[in-house]
């Protein structure tokens, strides 16, 4: 039950009870209403650690608390937020508890059948095999799709180098997939000021980089007739309309908010502490009046990794307050360093993860010098025991980049078997990673400096909302 | 002594004590110097409230703590912040105190001469009779000019109505004679987005507001080719240069440092927190690319009620670590409500001054029935002990719009000996005030649609720096 629910439930009860005093009901029955009303207003404390009030609905903020060790003392808190994210289990962070922590809704099989139905395609295979595990209102994105309510798509990146590696495009194949089977506009946001705030670098350099990202991001086939990809520091001085949505949700989150959200301290400069507006504001049609005509309804989608979560759970809190709808969120898994799932990739360690510039060579020794093996010590004792795939970041690797299921099963069924050794695990993942890159690496020679001009254009799409 | 200069001459003194030192002086030579040192760095201590720290000069906000009563408990503080302004005192604010307060300098019959000197102009009656009584860097801006380099000046207004009274002309009034004796440009900003994080009004009346306003003070007759007026909401989203210049400041400003400056709470929405630099971002002439074709080194000057000072030291203590010229100010006093100069003139009170829309009957009304009289009850007292003219708001709006000297004082020396009585003294200003208002009211018909998108529209200005 969400916290919303309970919170139905015990206004519900609360009328119920004020019914029978009005009716003058037996004393026995007001009792026992009574009671239980005090019973579901104890559940909703616990549930979301704040007093049930009347006409206060419960916000997203107010999750299950759920900090410090377990009573099995078995594994310790992740950190998942947006600019921090770490755990202590060598299969990643626990995702399944990350659900319950965030409040969000698991992506299960109904719901990935519902996708495949409503879009008429084989779900993508970041929904077949979990990678994007949670969500947040996709249903509500669905029903009005078959009702011919269409939603546009809004993602984005910080762009805090020129160097991406495969895991930052994660978000945008799955938006690219989305995009393509739906047939809707999407928007890119790229945050050069947030990394200017946040990093030793210039805003030239910042900027810069955020070029230099759209390239790739371009290199991922995107309809440049359905996209508008955008830098903060350009955009916001591009037209008002921008501008404009972040100072409505300004007004609308205290510090008070900001710090409990995103963990801001008195010291942070105030352009941290206000900038998760200008990270909301995408999330509103408005904000776009060259797309969508000034219309301030129409339903956004938000694929992104899950670290980004507090920045829209802030957003759905405002939206109502400020008369937008909600943004609906598919929040993906974190794509593991090549040292192992409970290691950060860096970006100042070319060895923690395949560059989109890597060569065939440097993406073969990388793989073969750095990637975790949940392999055994010996050849001898792998044959015999099997290796472990849950930890094998080869193996990760592949469950995000090999398309066919049935061979990525049989090898892990092989590798569990021992059939499989580490060496030739690593080989096939090579042989999948080197094909890729080569051809992003075509398609991005193909970018010119004036796509990416046009891309980054505020302008006009071509779609049917 | 400024804060700056005694902190330069503990340095000296430091580093006397260590050339005695190397050079094996007398020990009596050294202990005299060690000494002299000590005290500077307790008296720097006292004037700034912070220990002296070789390589962190002091920082304009840390200025002479003066809280509480003073020692013979005559005068409780005044306050004085961009949102308030109180004061126990009839004759209003202590601004020589205030001075002190905020570490700004008084300007001085030697400054008003100088600037006489340069302009070649008689100084405005606002210099002549301490209305602009304070400053910042005046001299350093006059150095500049003699030596033929220019400035620009930046003033502003915050569109809480579509009202204007009389009372907000008074940094218009000057600025346009500064703009014409110096021929210099001005820019001026309107902080409708400032007003809607403040104020219980939506975006679109604050932006309606500005717009009204923006017609007031284009009657204030201000040259079109030299001057450009601009809404935030408008100008944020007109170019990318002002948001640059606006997270800049962001970066390089704490939450504790606008706690410190302008008493905000973590309560506060985090668009108030991360206003300041809004309004800090034109004091520089890169924020106006249009106007100084990217120049980033024209100094700024600008003349305010001395309530904004607190964004401007701000600004200043910036302005060096973002590589920018610091702003100069030069401050007004407060232009007193008609029932006092310790009340606070209300927008939403039509008697607490005279509005720019009020017609001569209207004002007539205002002053015989409202403005604070500093005359005896009755005729008989008055002609035997006279009034007193500084507490008299009728005195004191003629010594802000009268100007002829002779004049004003003749009104002085005859209200106070008890020769001008209370209502001739109102019947002068009324008749000052009635042709005043009714001049602007017949420009401000003048003032089109089209003249204000002309001084809202960014483009090039016409001048020579």
Chains 1, 2 share one sequence.
Not at 125 to 140: A, E, K, N, T, V
Not at 233 to 245: A, C, H, K, V
Not at 422 to 448: D, F, N, S, Y
Request: charged fraction near 25%; hydrophobic fraction near 35%; glycine fraction near 6%.
């Amino acid at each position: 039950m969400s916290p919303m629910e309970l919170y139905e439930e015990v206004t519900a009860q609360g009328e119920q009870v004020r019914a029978l005093k009005t009716a003058k009901a037996e004393k026995a029955d007001i009792d026992a209403a009574v009671k239980l009303l005090l019973k579901l207003k104890v559940d909703y404390k616990q549930m979301t650690g704040q007093d049930y009030k009347a006409g206060c609905p419960p916000s997203e903020n107010s999750v299950v608390p759920d900090n410090g060790p377990t009573a099995d003392g078995a594994d310790d808190e992740d950190t998942v937020n947006p600019w921090s994210v770490s755990t202590t289990n060598a299969k990643g962070v626990d995702y399944d508890k990350l659900i319950v922590r965030f409040g969000s809704s698991k992506v299960d099989k109904e719901l990935v059948d519902r996708i495949e139905r409503v879009s008429g395609q084989k779900p993508h295979r970041f929904l077949r095999r979990g990678i994007f595990f949670s969500h947040r209102d996709m249903h509500q994105v669905l029903d009005a799709y078959e009702k011919h309510k269409s939603f546009y798509l809004y993602t984005g990146r910080g762009p805090s180098s020129e160097a991406m590696h495969v895991g930052h495009l994660i978000p945008f194949i799955f938006t690219k997939w989305l995009q393509d089977v739906f047939d809707i506009p999407l928007v890119i946001q790229l945050t050069d000021d947030e990394k200017y705030l946040w990093k030793d670098l210039t805003l030239e350099d910042c900027h810069r980089f955020a070029v230099e990202n759209a390239k790739d991001i371009i290199a991922c086939g995107f309809d440049i007739n359905k996209t508008f990809i955008f830098s903060d520091l350009d955009y916001m001085g591009s037209l008002p309309e921008f501008y404009r949505n972040v100072v409505k949700i300004q007004k609308h989150v205290t510090f008070n908010q900001v710090k409990g959200i995103f963990g801001f301290t008195d010291s942070d400069c105030i352009g941290k502490i206000s900038f998760p507006a200008i990270q909301a504001a995408p999330s509103f049609s408005n904000s776009f009046p060259q797309i969508f005509g000034g219309r301030h309804d129409i339903q956004c989608l938000i694929p992104c990794a899950i670290d980004q979560d507090p920045y829209f759970r802030m957003t759905r809190d405002v939206a109502p307050r400020i008369g937008y709808p909600k943004p609906a969120l598919l929040h993906s898994t974190f794509f593991p360093a090549l040292q192992g799932a409970q290691t950060k990739m860096s970006a100042s360690d070319a060895n923690s993860s395949i560059f989109l510039t890597d060569t065939p060579k440097q993406i073969k020794n990388k793989v073969n010098k750095h990637a975790f093996s949940g392999g055994k010590d010996t050849v001898e004792e792998h044959r015999k025991y099997g290796g472990n795939a849950d930890v094998d970041v080869s193996f990760m690797y592949l469950t995000f980049f090999l398309e066919d299921d049935e061979k990525l099963e049989k090898i892990r069924q092989d590798y569990t078997s021992g059939a499989l050794l580490t060496g030739e695990l690593k080989k096939l993942l090579i042989e999948t990673l080197q094909p890729m890159i080569a051809g992003h690496q075509e398609r991005r020679k193909q970018v010119t400096d004036d796509t990416v001009k046009q891309f980054m254009t505020p302008r006009p799409l071509n779609f049917n909302i």
